[in-house]
């Protein structure tokens, strides 16, 4: 049983609009936690991050066409909406925006939101060119459709937090978009929808990739050079059996490249595949 209401699911745009209207007439804050389903702890965190700082909490599960390119794993994406709208129940969400394709992309939708800055920093944009142009558009409808005071991003996807944070700042929208902790497993693999590809060997060697962020943090901050650290950590991740796709330093603000003569503040962030699977992490350093 869980301790609250099963939260009502809401699939039309006129029906979203009543229920804000409701909101909102009570003066109400109203905060966003987009996902795309799958629900696990980590999500559920931003949902009580959420609930912390706004009076109503809408968690939109969109698993978002856009956002996938043709080769990716769009159809085998997990879905599991029935567990998803029991686990909201237990921690209370008030309402879940669950549109379909066809409402958030009518027949004829021809504008896409086209993001540069830290969605060109050459880190996953070099591997899924479509992928931001994709998250950007769903992301500002999204905040069109609930105008919520606050959103909430995980640091999980550090580059997309960094990329709605600018989105927003560019279009002027006023809600404001606060970036919360990555929730790992105890081994310190990031909580992630896809970790469920994982066979249990691959899964014994997921730890791997924020094992060495970890340890590359802990040399940067010792004052070891950043490139000879990163070459060491590749070779690490390789040597464990991933193929990599990239074990970068940057800026943690604007995700330039680190400027070794600035102090600034740096943020680690790996890409790397282990059969099937695709996995991304990132850690301050
Ligand atoms: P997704 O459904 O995977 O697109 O994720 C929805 C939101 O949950 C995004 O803001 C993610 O960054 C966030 N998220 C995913 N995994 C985690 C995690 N392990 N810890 C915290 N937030 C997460």
Same mark, same amino acid.
């Given at each position: 049983m869980s301790k609250h209401r099963r939260p009502p699911v809401v699939r039309s745009l006129s029906a979203l609009a009543r229920v804000l209207a409701r909101w909102r007439a009570r003066r109400h804050t109203i905060a966003l936690v987009p996902t795309m389903g799958a629900l696990h702890?980590?999500?559920?965190?931003?949902?009580?991050?959420?609930?912390?700082?706004a009076d109503r909490?809408?968690?939109?599960?969109?698993? +978002?066409?856009?956002?996938?390119?043709?080769?990716?794993?769009?159809e085998a994406?997990?879905?599991?909406?029935?567990?998803?709208?029991?686990?909201?129940? +237990?921690v209370g969400g008030d309402l879940i925006w669950a549109p379909s394709a066809e409402t958030m992309y009518p027949h004829?939708?021809?504008?896409?939101?086209?993001?540069?800055?830290?969605?060109?920093?050459g880190l996953e944009d070099a591997f899924r060119p479509h992928f931001f142009a994709g998250v950007a558009t769903v992301v500002a409808k999204l905040l069109i459709q609930c105008v919520p005071d606050?959103?909430?991003?995980?640091?999980?996807?550090?580059?997309?937090?960094?990329?709605?944070?600018?989105?927003?700042?560019?279009?002027?929208?006023?809600?404001?978009?606060?970036?919360?902790?990555?929730?790992?497993?105890?081994?310190?693999?990031a909580l992630s929808s896809r970790n469920a590809y994982l066979s249990p060997s691959e899964r014994a060697l997921a730890p791997t990739l924020h094992r060495v962020l970890a340890d590359c943090a802990k040399k940067i901050a010792a004052g070891e050079p950043i490139d000879a650290v990163l070459d060491a950590g590749r070779i690490a991740i390789k040597r464990a059996g991933f193929a990599l796709d990239y074990l970068e330093a940057r800026n943690a603000e604007t995700l330039a490249p680190?400027?070794?003569?600035?102090?600034?503040?740096?943020?680690?962030?790996?890409?790397?595949?282990?059969?099937?699977?695709?996995?991304?992490? +990132?850690?301050?350093?």
């Open positions: 702890a980590g999500h559920l965190a931003l949902v009580r991050l959420a609930q912390r700082r909490v809408i968690v939109s599960i969109f698993v +978002n066409p856009a956002q996938f390119a043709p080769h990716e794993d769009l994406y997990p879905r599991t909406f029935a567990a998803d709208v029991a686990a909201l129940a +237990n004829g939708f021809a504008t896409r939101i086209v993001p540069e800055g830290p969605a060109a920093a606050i959103a909430m991003f995980g640091e999980k996807d550090y580059q997309q937090l960094k990329v709605v944070t600018r989105l927003v700042r560019d279009l002027g929208l006023k809600t404001r978009i606060i970036g919360a902790p990555t929730v790992r497993e105890k081994d310190g693999l680190v400027d070794l003569r600035k102090e600034e503040r740096i943020r680690l962030l790996v890409a790397a595949r282990i059969g099937r699977t695709r996995l991304i992490d +990132n850690l301050g350093a």
